[in-house]
């Protein structure tokens, strides 16, 4: 019966010498670990001081970017409202620059063709020639249209600069040379 004592006081003389070993082995490793919360504590301590003053300070960093984008935003509105009016303005003064273009065209024309028809040789009538008005016979239908094609002019005739004078003072010398 001294082989089963045996065996157990041996075996238990083994389980205390490796546990005697596994502390004297886990020790160094407690202190390390030890010393690793305690360095993750003052990590931990540093953050909460230090982390929220540098949110806060990136929050209002964020708020001013929005407001300085509004600004610019609200600038290039600006300018382009100022472009647009540049631009109609720019609209506008060409076309009051054509129409005074047009106008004082329009005026050294009439200065000429008044100053044509004025110094012009006033033809001899001829009143036998002519009917008077309650003498004329009414015009047909077609003769109207005749009529109506002759006497227009296209807008390159009306504003042709000595269109119309010359021809009328050559037809008017014709007709005076023929009698």
């Known amino acids: 019966m001294i082989e089963p004592l045996f065996w157990l006081g041996l075996s238990l003389l083994l389980v205390a010498t490796s546990l005697t070993a596994v502390l004297v082995a886990a020790i160094p490793a407690l202190q390390e670990l030890a010393r690793a919360a305690r360095s993750a504590e003052k990590l931990f301590d540093t953050l909460s001081r230090e982390l929220p003053p540098t949110l806060e300070a990136i929050r209002v960093t964020g708020l001013e970017i929005t407001d300085l984008t509004d600004d610019v935003s609200e600038g290039v ?16 003064a060409r076309k009051q620059a ?3 273009q047009v106008g004082t065209r329009s005026i050294l024309i009439g200065a000429k063709a ?6 012009r040789q006033k033809p001899v009538r001829r009143t036998s020639d002519r009917l008077p008005n309650n003498e ?6 077609r003769e109207r249209e005749v009529l109506r094609h002759e006497n227009r002019r296209s807008k390159a005739e009306v504003y042709r600069a000595n269109d119309g004078y010359n021809e009328a003072a050559s037809w008017e010398n014709n007709f005076d040379e023929k009698d």
């Open 77 to 92: 509105k600006s300018a382009g409202q100022v472009v647009k009016q540049v631009d109609q303005s720019l609209d506008t």
């Open 98 to 100: 054509q129409n005074l």
């Open 114 to 119: 008044a100053w044509k028809n004025f110094t």
């Open 136 to 141: 004329k016979p009414p015009l047909t239908l």
